[in-house]
């Protein structure tokens, strides 16, 4: 684990520009998803609306670089701040919903978030903001940063489980209402899911859009966004750490390798997706450690 | 002392079915309250409505002198009420030593650290200490069984509401869970008790309370209870025609 | 010659996951029969209903109908075969009408053909879903949804009519009249296997008794030849 | 009072429209107690599929209906048997991903077969008006109205009278009970999802006579069918077109006060103030 999480970090050193771009996606990805993960498969909380989060963090970095001329740094902090501001206020609402109603509600947010942004003069409507870091940043650069960010999500996602918060989401996940009756505090630890995977995210939207140097509420606010998430989540295995970082990789490997044929990698994508679910329902790495029964990012108590 | 828990005129629709109705009764500090009653008599219910599981719909209950009719299922926990399920709900993809660390950390409110002897030590009394890094969904019913009783026992309860123990075991399991739980009474937990065999409740328990359709039948003394005519009729049907 | 059976339970054990719910339970209904299963909640008889049904699939024994394998079917192909279940809890559809439900009943291609002329038979013996034919089931008291569920197994055309608790929740008079309807779909020539928590009713009903306890048979008998005290102890375990 | 007219009418009119496309998502979700996510692709791709058949055929877009609503019925028919009857009772995530899978490949499908260009099924139909004093109401719009009105009143006779229909009824209220009556639930479902799949195309010709569409168009009508099954509750055909209207006017009011731009948002205002106060819809259980 150490040498594969050494090699990675030392991409820019070894590996070409393709590669650093491969693997920058990875990491930014993999965050995103690993978030997703702690909603989806520790909290219960299916969001279809994580893209709010996303555009939020893009937003951020653009407005806070390019109006008030904030650093970088900060101006990434920032988009993770004003995710937890965002969070909070949604889950005014929607922790009143239940399962699908859940769902919906916080894909309908992220629906307004797009609505209102397109609608905004201070970010230039629909047409979108250029985004200006201070100081510039070189792809290096922001490869480290995505780095730091994904495995800085594995290692989170691993430390939360190994505490008492994690204790209380892995029997979350198995029984909630069992859980309850033995004392997890079922509605707190949920928000306090939310709140970190809108941090987290809002801060890899950040780094993510000042590679795309451009940011648009009809792509930042997009579904698409949330799609791929599942589709990371649920493949590699949902409600597993090393889940994520499975799908992932398949993720920006299809749409890497097949990028000349955009709508080809999303079919084989949409197929993969559909075979994993009838051949093996747990995912990738759920089914393998159902089956050989190893774990390499173990939480377990002995 | 008093009693540890007072159940007044609780009530619970399922809908416009009254599935709970004027129910009362107490536990006294120490005992076990045996609960019987055929299908449908709202046992179950009961036991959903004092963990907190479902909301009362009327009535109070006082646990230990606070109402905690109001209260979270996590807090009651906290406050000392433990239960266990008729058909075990273990947290499957946990070890069973995960599962006592869950009960011990978030009911009994311990740190890890010190939560970690004291789940040995119910390990041991339960006698699961060979199987204690499988995964719960792996065992077998009386080990689940075992895990159930374990894990409530984990949260430190002054009440543990058991719901059938014996149910699917041979006589040899029923007798070992049986010392089990004398065991646990006589660390002080007062228990209540649901089981369908008899012969158990008869031996084991210091009162017995009967429910049918939702209310309080009979409670007081076992063979008292047991030979009772209305006890008898709501389980064999009327004789007259 | 072997006297043909109805029904042939051989042995069969059922497990709910790993909770074992019926060990090697067996037992016999002949063509007009009327047998009665009792015990208490939790003694597995709706289990072996619901097996015999194909609700549930036996691991290891075998159920026959007519001479015919039928464990390890699905419902719909034991319908056709002559099995009709009526479900403890009557799961009577609740936002159809009591025709509509009775309709549901005459399902199977065969059943289908006849619907008319069984409808009728129905009616003639409960007069009351005639009546309420077209209201909704869920607005009919306890007594008539029961009814109803029985009316819906009939529809079928059973050959074996099993029926889950009938009398459970209902007031003593109406459970009177239930058992009445029954004796009579039984002189029509439909075997009945009863399941009930009721001693004394499904003893006066039936031709032939067992007593399950913890998912085991642990007494059977003719009615005459049980005592009462027999039964009780069989009942509670005690 | 008549300038807030033309808006009113607008969106009566246009709440059929919604509630057609609502139809199928709530119909499905009533009976399999599946979220079908992939129905606002089925839509568009029953405008895709009109599409080709205008092209091909050279047909009004109107009676292309006939063609493509079959053709949807055993789309849906297969969906149902050969991918999310394997999935179901096994929580909700797995049926999600199927959706997800589905809806990914028919929108690439799409567009590897249309390419991205923006499509509309044209016809003389679009331009015509009808005047009443001030208000103009538009031909096409009055068409989708009638047509939808069409639509939900025959489902809800369809499952009112027919047999099949009464099935289907009956696997929604009890699956047990269906089960044994002798009735093959599997197959019930397939024929629910056909169904709805063709109540989806008619929907899709509509859509694609009233607005222009693309192959990634599809979730854009899948949260409208979400809005409109929120308000008047998943799984309730009478509450499909209260809530089409609610979701329409509620649009066509927000356009009116405040300009087209807010138009969608104030659809989700309505939404959300929905959900916030009966998190499971008006007319839902609870």
């Not at chain 1, 501001?85 to 509600?105: E, W």
């Not at chain 2, 996590?74 to 599962?99: D, H, K, S, W």
């Not at chain 3, 002949?30 to 909640?41: D, F, K, L, M």
């Not at chain 4, 405040?258 to 008006?282: D, E, H, S, T, W």
Request: hydrophobic share 50%; net charge positive; charged share 15%.
């Amino acid at each position: 684990m150490g040498v594969l999480t050494a090699a990675l970090g030392t991409v820019p050193l070894w590996g070409s520009d393709y590669l650093v771009l491969f693997f920058f996606l990875f990491c930014l990805y993999l965050t995103v998803a690993q978030m997703w993960n702690l909603l989806a498969g520790y909290s219960g909380l299916i969001s279809l609306g994580q893209q709010v989060f996303l555009g939020i963090g893009g937003y951020s970095v653009a407005v806070m670089g390019n109006y008030y001329g904030l650093n970088v740094l900060l101006s990434i902090l920032a988009g993770g701040f004003f995710s937890v501001l965002l969070a909070l206020f949604m889950s005014l609402f929607i922790f009143r919903m239940k399962g699908v109603y859940f769902s919906i509600g916080t894909w309908i947010f992220a629906e307004i978030l797009m609505i209102w942004f397109s609608n905004w003069s201070f970010v230039k409507y629909g047409t979108g903001l250029f985004i200006k870091t201070n100081p510039p940043l070189s792809t290096n650069e922001t490869f480290y940063i995505a780095f730091v960010l994904g495995v800085g999500s594995v290692a989170l996602v691993y430390f939360i489980m190994r505490s008492r918060l994690g204790l209380g989401l892995m029997a979350m996940r198995d029984n909630e209402d069992v859980s309850e009756t033995m004392g997890v505090q079922v509605f707190r630890y949920k928000l306090y899911c939310f709140l970190i995977a809108a941090f987290i995210t809002g801060m890899a939207a950040g780094v993510f859009y000042i590679f795309q140097v451009f940011v648009q509420p009809y792509k930042a606010f997009s579904i698409d966004w949330t799609v791929k998430l599942v589709f990371i989540v649920i493949i590699g295995g949902i409600g597993t750490i090393e889940g994520p970082i499975v799908g992932a990789l398949i993720l920006v490997f299809l749409s890497q390798v097949l990028a000349d044929y955009f709508s080809v990698s999303l079919l084989i994508l949409g197929a993969i997706a559909i075979a994993v679910i009838l051949l093996a329902p747990k995912g990738i790495m759920g089914t393998l450690q159902a089956k050989l029964g190893f774990e390499i990012l173990s939480p377990r108590r002995k | 002392m008093p009693d540890i828990l007072v159940v007044k005129s609780l009530e619970k629709y399922f809908g416009h079915l009254l599935v709970v109705s004027q129910l009362s009764f107490e536990v006294r500090q120490g005992e076990i309250l045996g609960v019987l009653g055929p299908n449908g008599a709202g046992k179950t219910t009961m036991f959903n409505l004092i963990t907190g599981t479902l909301k009362a719909d009327g009535g109070s209950i006082i646990f230990n002198g606070v109402d905690i009719t109001r209260e979270s299922p996590a807090r009651r926990c906290r406050q000392g009420i433990g239960r266990t399920y008729q058909i075990p709900r273990p947290f499957e993809n946990m070890t069973v030593y995960e599962n006592l660390l869950v009960g011990a950390v978030h009911g009994a409110g311990m740190r890890e650290k010190h939560a970690a002897p004291f789940a040995m030590e119910v390990l041991e009394l339960i006698r699961l200490l060979p199987e204690k890094d499988k995964l719960a969904g792996g065992l077998c019913l009386l080990d689940r069984k075992r895990l159930e009783l374990g894990r409530a026992l984990a949260t430190q309860p002054r009440l543990l509401l058991i719901d059938e123990v014996a149910g699917g075991l041979t006589e040899n399991e029923v007798e070992m869970l049986l010392k089990v739980v004398k065991e646990i009474q006589h660390r002080g937990v007062s228990i209540v008790w649901i089981e369908h065999i008899l012969m158990m409740l008869s031996e084991g328990v210091d009162r017995l309370l009967v429910l049918d359709g939702g209310r309080r039948l009979q409670c007081g003394d076992p063979r008292h209870v047991m030979n009772s005519q209305d006890v008898m009729e709501c389980y064999l049907g009327s004789e007259e025609d | 010659m072997q006297r043909e059976l109805a029904l042939k339970v051989d042995n069969i054990n059922v497990f709910y996951g790993e909770f074992h719910a019926l060990w090697d339970v067996s037992l016999e209904v002949e063509p007009q029969q009327i047998i009665s299963v009792i015990g208490t909640n939790g003694s597995g008889k709706s289990t072996l209903l619901n097996a015999i049904a194909g609700l549930l699939q036996p691991r290891g024994g075998d159920v026959e109908l007519f001479g015919e394998k039928i464990s390890g079917m699905q419902p719909h192909q034991t319908v056709v075969r002559g099995v009709s279940l009526v479900p403890e809890g009557r799961r009577v559809f609740g936002r159809l009408t009591v025709y509509e439900n009775l309709i549901m009943g005459a399902y199977t291609p065969r059943a289908r053909k006849r619907r008319s002329t069984v409808l009728r038979m129905v009616y003639d013996l409960f007069p009351r879903l005639h009546e309420r034919r077209n209201q909704l089931a869920s607005t009919m008291s306890g007594g008539e949804q029961q009814m109803l569920a029985i009316g819906r197994a009939l529809m079928s055309e059973p050959k074996l009519l099993l029926c889950d608790e009938i009398s459970l929740g209902l007031a003593p008079l109406i459970i009177k009249d239930i058992y009445k309807k029954l004796e009579e779909i039984n002189r029509q020539g439909v075997a009945i296997l009863l399941v009930e928590q009721d001693i004394n009713r499904s003893l006066k009903a039936c031709q032939y008794a067992h007593v399950m306890l913890e998912g085991k048979v642990v007494l059977s008998g003719n009615p005459a030849s049980l005592t009462l005290e027999e039964v009780k102890r069989a009942y509670f375990g005690v | 009072m008549i300038d807030l007219a033309q808006p009113i009418i607008n969106g009566l009119l246009l709440g059929g429209l919604y509630a057609v496309i609502a139809l199928g998502l709530s119909t499905i979700f009533g009976i399999v107690r599946v979220v079908n996510l992939a129905h606002g692709d089925m839509v568009i791709l029953g405008s895709y599929l009109s599409l080709a058949f205008c092209m091909w055929l050279g047909l009004n877009p109107l009676w292309t209906i006939l063609l493509v609503a079959p053709i949807m019925f055993c789309v849906g028919f297969l969906i149902q048997s050969v991918l999310f009857n394997r999935v179901l009772g096994k929580g909700m995530e797995p049926p999600l991903l199927m959706a997800f899978g589905i809806s990914i490949i028919v929108q690439n499908f799409l567009l590897l077969v249309f390419t991205s260009d923006a499509r509309a099924l044209k016809s003389d139909l679009s331009m015509m008006t009808i005047s009443l004093g001030e208000i103009n109401i538009s031909l096409l719009y009055l068409l989708n109205f009638l047509i939808g009105l069409a639509v939900i009143l025959g489902l809800r006779q369809f499952f009112r009278k027919t047999f099949l229909g009464r099935a289907i009824r009956a696997a929604s209220d009890d699956v047990v009970a269906a089960k044994l009556v002798g009735a093959n639930t599997s197959s019930i479902y397939a024929y629910a999802m056909g169904i709805a799949a063709l109540t989806a195309a008619v929907a899709g010709v509509l859509v694609g006579m009233t607005f222009i569409f693309y192959p990634h168009t599809g979730p854009q009508y899948l949260i409208i069918a979400f809005g409109v099954v929120i308000i008047g509750g998943l799984g309730s055909i009478k509450g499909t077109l209260v809530g089409g209207f609610i979701l329409a006017m509620a649009q066509l009011l927000g356009a009116h006060f405040f300009g087209p731009g807010y138009q969608l948002l104030c659809g989700y205002m309505v939404l959300l103030i929905v959900l916030a106060i009966r998190p499971n819809g008006i007319f839902g259980k609870a």
